[in-house]
């Protein structure tokens, strides 16, 4: 009679273990884009922009653009702009106005030189 002995099965756990390890590296690499946002705490308060100096350029919701108050084309915006390089230059488009055209009012004011333009926004509840 020969002597059977039975052989256990190895298994070799090795590269489990590698891909657990890559596993865990990427989903704690993925959560960590996820979660890119720092949470910062801003101060209260109400800045409001000196009158005296700002001027206020509005895009209304059919498109057209105002500089304090009064229509102008684009042209005559490139031209105020040009003249009013000193002065802060405050754009107040209607929330329901084309974003398009909001961002061109924006580029028009850059490229005339304007440094300091900023977006009006309602400040408070509605």
Do not use: C, H
């Amino acid at each position: 009679m020969r002597n059977k002995r039975r052989r256990l099965a190895d298994v070799d756990i090795t590269p489990l273990i590698d891909m657990m390890f890559m596993l865990i590296i990427f989903f704690v690499l993925t959560s960590s884009f996820v979660n890119g946002k720092l949470s910062v705490e801003l101060p209260s308060g109400e800045a409001a922009p000196n009158a005296e100096s700002a001027v206020t350029v509005s895009v209304l919701a059919d498109g057209s653009v105002q500089w304090d108050g009064k229509n102008v084309s684009m042209r005559e915006l490139a031209v105020l702009a040009r003249k009013s390089q000193l002065k802060d230059v405050l754009v107040a488009g209607d929330k329901s106005a084309n974003y398009g055209r909001v961002a061109e009012v924006l580029a028009l004011l850059k490229r005339e030189g304007v440094s300091s333009a900023g977006l009006l926004m309602q400040n408070g509840e509605k």
